[in-house]
């Protein structure tokens, strides 16, 4: 089974500039979260979604990041106008649906470090 | 609101010596306790974690952790370190609701000398 993807896995970029990250999740996972970890700080939780909904985008930072999920398979986190303190490194996770709450597991893709010049 | 405290950023061990990573956490329900390992370049694996069942909760690689609600604890211990221990360990949390977001806590490097 593969596991969770992301692409790119390094960014350089302009501050001013877009950039669009990628996430593919473990296919069959309906659930799938972006998190952030700025050097040095803790990882951080952006947004989960369900399928193609998003259940709980509290974590999303400003309205400068947009996030989807098309068709309920991969999804997309793009930034735009990118700054730089959204310098960092994006990960995403997915975990199969499961009735009830939140216990399942996250699997964890390797991360798409991002730097904003 | 939950929160996670790691005690010590970095922490350093013989090789064969017992590690002892430290979890606290704040939760206003019981909560769901995760451990996860970032070896270089790879994504965040889950070492083990406590849903409410046994107190003691085995995980991978010869890890263990003991919840203690009574001191709001959740440390992972391993009895002898080996070299491929060195990695980054993170303690995270999620609550028991309907809310799945895990709340993580800053991290602690485990080195460990030959």
């Known amino acids: 089974e593969a596991g969770v993807t992301q692409f790119p896995s390094h960014s350089v970029i302009e501050k001013g500039q877009t950039v669009t990250l990628r996430c593919d999740p473990i296919?069959?996972?309906?659930?799938l979260y972006w998190y952030r970890r700025v050097m040095g700080k803790e990882i951080k939780f952006l947004l989960h979604?369900?399928?193609?909904?998003?259940?709980?985008e509290s974590g999303m930072p400003n309205n400068r990041f947009l996030a989807e999920r098309t068709g309920g398979t991969y999804s997309t986190l793009k930034v735009q106008p990118a700054e730089l303190e959204d310098s960092g490194v994006y990960f995403c996770?997915?975990?199969?649906?499961?009735?009830?709450?939140?216990?399942?597991?996250?699997?964890f893709g390797p991360g798409t470090r991002l730097t904003v010049l | 609101a939950q929160s996670v405290t790691q005690l010590g950023s970095h922490v350093s061990v013989s090789e064969g010596a017992l590690v002892l990573l430290r979890c606290n956490y704040s939760?206003?329900?019981?909560?769901?306790l995760f451990w996860y390992v970032q070896y270089p370049n790879q994504g965040l694996q889950l070492l083990l974690k406590?849903?409410?069942?046994?107190?003691l909760v085995k995980g991978i690689n010869g890890f263990e952790a003991e919840f203690k609600k009574s001191e709001t604890s959740f440390h992972l211990t391993k009895p002898s370190a080996h070299m491929s221990d060195a990695a980054e360990y993170f303690c995270?949390?999620?609550?028991?609701?309907?809310?799945?977001?895990?709340?993580f806590g800053s991290g602690t490097r485990l080195q460990v000398q030959p």
């Open positions: 996770a997915s975990s199969r649906r499961l009735a009830g709450v939140g216990a399942d597991t996250q699997y």
């Open positions: 406590y849903t409410s069942a046994a107190t």
């Open positions: 995270a949390v999620s609550l028991n609701t309907g809310r799945r977001a895990l709340t």
């Open positions: 979604f369900v399928k193609e909904s998003k259940q709980d």
């Open positions: 939760s206003s329900v019981p909560p769901y």
């Open positions: 296919s069959g996972h309906d659930n």
